[in-house]
């Protein structure tokens, strides 16, 4: 496993915008695909965006053309550009790590997790 802190949350207004980061240690980095969760109160965790090793992305519908993804290898941090947030865009957070380059969009088919970062976005 690796251990995973998320950061970079806050409160924000409607159609501002955040970054939030996931600092990865305690094994290597390379070679993984990290991805970002979200929950929402009274709601399901849902998949938000991923990034497989290297560097090739995939998206929820619902983020797709305002949130980014991204990562630095050499400093084993993730990353999210959140832009135009909304107010259903509010919850907490989570970066998760999965051994290997693969299209996982469940939260169960990661190994590793943070513990989240609070977004809240009022109108």
């Known amino acids: 496993q690796v251990h995973l802190v998320e950061s970079g949350g806050g409160l924000v207004q409607a159609g501002d915008s955040l970054r939030l980061s996931c600092a990865a240690s305690?094994?290597?980095?390379?070679?993984?695909?990290m991805a970002w969760f979200r929950q929402a109160p009274g709601k399901e965790r849902e998949f938000v965006a991923g990034i497989r090793w290297p560097a090739m992305t995939y998206y929820a519908d619902s983020v797709k053309g305002r949130f980014s993804i991204s990562r630095d290898n050499a400093k084993s941090t993730l990353y999210l550009q959140l832009n135009s947030l909304k107010p259903a865009d509010t919850a907490v957070y989570s970066c998760?790590?999965?051994?290997?380059?693969?299209?996982?969009?469940?939260?169960?088919?990661?190994?590793?997790w943070g513990q989240g970062t609070q977004v809240t976005v009022s109108s």
């Open positions: 998760a790590a999965a051994e290997g380059s693969t299209y996982y969009y469940s939260w169960a088919d990661f190994g590793s």
């Open positions: 305690g094994r290597t980095f390379s070679g993984w695909t």
